[in-house]
């Protein structure tokens, strides 16, 4: 199994009198683009993708979309474990419930999914921060667990914005 986590594009800045709820705050015009470009070249890096699981938050759910625009026979769904502050092992468990041969990206927020990345491949949160609408993969022989994840590669939007826009000969 192939877990990529994908952190949510660049958002509007916070403003409480447009978004009492944090959570309401929408992904920027420029942030669309941006994170277009990035799920561009995730496709070209993992182009099995089947399931895209999301934070519930609006700029996560935005950014959910995208990808599975680009992944265009992918899934989608909430969980609340993405959220910030959720349960790593909520999303673990939730992980283990997929099959086996899928790669499924995890759309969520900084620190958390920065942490889920340290737990998954050392299992301990041993934090692997990634930048808005940047990712890394996991690869698991088995079922996924704290610390049996191979970490395959951990890359920043700029990157994946360019392999969008590499052609192949």
């Not at 941006?34 to 895209?52: C, D, M, Y």
């Not at 519930?56 to 502050?85: K, Q, Y």
């Not at 283990?96 to 299992?123: T, Y």
Request: glycine share 10%; charged share 25%; hydrophobic share 45%.
């Amino acid at each position: 199994m192939r877990i990529i986590l994908f952190r949510h594009g660049p958002a509007g800045e916070r403003d409480p009198a447009r978004w009492p709820d944090d959570g309401d705050r929408p992904l920027s015009a420029r942030g669309v683009d941006r994170t277009h470009e990035a799920a561009r070249g995730l496709a070209k890096l993992e182009p099995g993708v089947r399931h895209i699981v999301t934070s519930p938050l609006r700029r996560a759910a935005m950014t959910a979309e995208i990808l599975a625009e680009v992944f265009d026979e992918a899934s989608t769904e909430h969980l609340d474990a993405l959220a910030p502050g959720g349960s790593y092992r909520g999303v673990i468990e939730f992980v283990r419930g997929l099959p086996e041969e899928n790669a499924v990206a995890l759309v969520g927020h900084e620190p958390d999914l920065g942490k889920l990345a340290g737990i998954l491949a050392f299992g301990a949160p041993a934090a692997l921060p990634l930048k808005k609408a940047g990712a890394c993969a996991f690869e698991f022989e088995g079922p996924p667990t704290a610390g049996t994840g191979r970490l395959l590669w951990l890359l920043t939007p700029r990157i994946l914005r360019r392999m969008a826009q590499k052609v192949h000969a």
